[in-house]
């Protein structure tokens, strides 16, 4: 099965790792759009949305630049309230985390878990949708 993943991650090497444990992955394939800060999350969203590439998960980092993960979750909520967004962050068990599952994040994967895990909970999210 095809899906697409929009990555929203200040940390490029987060980007590079996710990209190539995706690939690795037999029996899926996936297409991830990336950002580098919360705003340009938001953009991307819209843009992949008015083109007809709504991504099928949104992966959003909580502490960013420009704008963090709680504002750009709100905002991506507020234009689609569909949008299936989960927080990868490693602040678990935090007031921030709390703050951006109120905003309407659908849960949480923890970025200190094995790599191969966290693409396990990806497509198991996927694949329950």
Known sequence: MDYSILLVDDEADIHELMSLFLEMDEGHTFIMDSAEDGRAGVEMYSKLS????????????????????????????????????????????????????????????????????TVGAIVDILESS
Do not use: C, H
């Open 50 to 117: 008015q083109e007809g590439r709504k991504p099928d998960i949104v992966l959003m980092d909580l502490r960013m630049p420009v704008m963090g993960g709680v504002e750009a979750t709100g905002q991506i909520l507020d234009s689609d309230p569909g949008a299936n967004i989960y927080l990868f962050t490693a602040y678990t068990k935090t007031e921030v985390e709390t703050d951006a599952l109120e905003a309407g994040a659908k849960g949480t994967l923890n970025k200190s878990t094995d790599w191969n895990q």
